[in-house]
Nanobody, 125 residues
């Protein structure tokens, strides 16, 4: 079983920044895409973005120019640097990974199988 552990969430004021981390462990699975979804109270889950193994990055329009993905393959960790945070970014952020391409998961064609427990991000105005 692949395990993912997120960290780095917290509370910031509008315009602030946070960096989320997602580290994988457990059984080895040759996954391709690693990324993030988020879900705010009373709203449907929405994509944030992710990275394919080949380095292709995918960002949802709502976070382009503000959020940046990076990876440390040696640490099996995905980072999400979130700058210029807005109150509408408030949500529980969930890391995921799976064998397909990120475009397949963010288009809704497939649902990822491996998820973290989530980390809360709260942005106040």
């Amino acid at each position: 079983q692949v395990q993912l552990v997120e960290s780095g969430g917290g509370s910031v004021q509008s315009g602030g920044a946070l960096r989320l981390s997602c580290t994988t462990s457990g059984d080895f699975v040759e996954t391709n895409c690693m990324g993030w979804f988020r879900q705010a109270p009373g709203k449907e889950r929405e994509g944030v973005g992710g990275i394919d193994k080949g380095g292709t990055r995918f960002y949802e329009d709502s976070v382009k120019g503000r959020f940046t993905f990076s990876q440390d393959n040696a640490k099996k960790t995905l980072y999400l640097q979130m700058n210029n945070l807005k109150p509408e970014d408030t949500a529980m952020y969930y890391c995921f990974t799976d064998v397909g391409y990120c475009s397949q998961y963010f288009s809704g064609y497939y649902a990822p199988r491996y998820w973290g427990q989530g980390t809360q991000v709260t942005v106040s105005s």
